[in-house]
């Protein structure tokens, strides 16, 4: 017997066939990548763009990265070391935990998915706020659990109180976003401190740090050091951020040794690569390098967060623009978020609406933050 068709077609509409994928995956809405900058500059016969919409910084690769990198293709016929172990060793060294409490995965977002993966069967809950990481719904729904969004508070971030609530039988892991994506606001120790109390112990706690390395507020706590000892704490963090491997997709987990293990077994065989491999390395060393272009972010985040809110009052719709501890700002913007999307793009800058809620906007060097500001000026004015 043959599998049964629909023969209708249109806008929304499966085309007609065999239905050869999960039907609960339909409504799914896809990850939005930031716009290709060549593309927006050929469509509006400019020289260049400026992206500022997927949170890269713009300072190019670290010392010494392209010439490792360029050693490793060598040997690209090759499979890489599929223990990731002189990694594993050189991240233990640097953040001062045990290899075996270590995974590495195609970034941070895919050792997410892959913890969903490891804790939940069909029907188990995730909670995280909402709006929080885009991918988040997406890891869930695809690995057939179910997801419980807490919407986030009037500050535009994790409503911690409100979350644990939600906590259920069926809850399995929990996802916390700090400093947020895509709001840039952050948690600081004593609220975390009562959350995590509240927590049952069989319930898994994610903190997704991809942003830590730009946090300059002293009580926003460094979740490898504040709840490292917490056997239900897993921490995430990415080299794509300040570290500038964007490009080759590498990031790691530090939690328990056992989720480590287990994590280590579901992760795809192979997936960090052999670039990504020595890339890592060769960026592990320039730590001073990253301090110094963190900074440069930090002062240019400030200046451009000062600027923005003059140009959006308190008073306007979603209130102004929030403190940000990553490195991008937050524009809520409402029903008006897609407008200033397009607005941008006119002018050569792609930046990240969320429609009907707010804009994200990637700080990058100087001269592309004032050619933003210069567009908001008239933007956010229309």
């Not at 010494?64 to 233990?92: I, K, S």
Request: glycine fraction near 8%.
């Amino acid at each position: 017997m043959t599998g049964s068709t629909n023969s209708t077609s249109g806008p929304g509409r499966r085309p007609p066939g065999p239905r050869l994928t999960r039907a609960d995956l339909d409504a799914l809405p896809n990850y939005v990548p930031g716009r290709s900058p060549a593309d927006l500059a050929r469509e509006l016969g400019l020289p260049e763009a400026i992206k500022l919409a997927s949170n890269e910084v713009p300072y190019g690769p670290l010392p010494g990265v392209v010439e490792a990198v360029a050693e490793a293709v060598a040997g690209a016929h090759r499979y890489p070391d599929m223990g990731v172990l002189a990694l594993r060793d050189a991240l233990a060294e640097r953040y001062g935990v045990d290899a075996d409490r270590i995974a590495t995965g195609c970034g941070s977002v895919a050792l997410a998915e892959h913890l969903v993966r490891a804790t939940c069967l069909p029907g188990d809950e995730v909670v995280y706020s909402w709006r929080s990481f885009e991918a988040y719904p997406i890891i869930v729904a695809t690995s057939g659990a179910t997801s419980v969004r807490v919407p986030n508070d009037a500050g535009h971030g994790h409503d911690l109180a409100a979350m644990a609530a939600a906590v259920t039988d069926r809850t399995r892991l929990i996802l916390v976003c700090n400093p947020n994506n895509p709001t840039g606001t952050s948690l600081r120790r004593a609220e975390l401190d009562r959350f995590l109390d509240a927590v049952p112990d069989d319930v898994l706690v994610v903190l997704d740090e991809a942003y830590r390395e730009f946090v300059t507020d002293a009580e926003v706590p460094d979740g490898l050091t504040a709840y490292g000892d917490r056997p239900n704490v897993v921490v995430l963090r990415t080299l794509s951020k300040a570290w500038g491997l964007a490009g080759l997709r590498i990031g790691f987990l530090v939690g328990h040794p056992e989720v480590a293990a287990t994590v280590r077994k579901v992760v795809t065989p192979f997936s960090t690569s052999l670039a990504a491999q020595a890339g890592a390395l060769a960026a592990l060393r320039q730590a001073d390098e990253v301090r110094r272009r963190c900074a440069l972010v930090v002062a240019e985040r400030d200046r451009v967060t000062e600027a923005l809110r003059k140009r959006l009052p308190a008073g306007q719709v979603g209130g102004t623009v929030p403190e940000s501890q990553a490195n991008f700002v937050w524009l809520p913007l409402g029903d008006r978020s897609v407008t200033f999307g397009r607005a941008c793009e006119t002018r050569g800058i792609i930046v990240r609406p969320f429609a009907g809620e707010g804009v994200r906007v990637t700080i990058g060097t100087p001269a592309e933050n004032d050619a933003f500001l210069a567009v908001a000026d008239s933007a956010l004015t229309t």
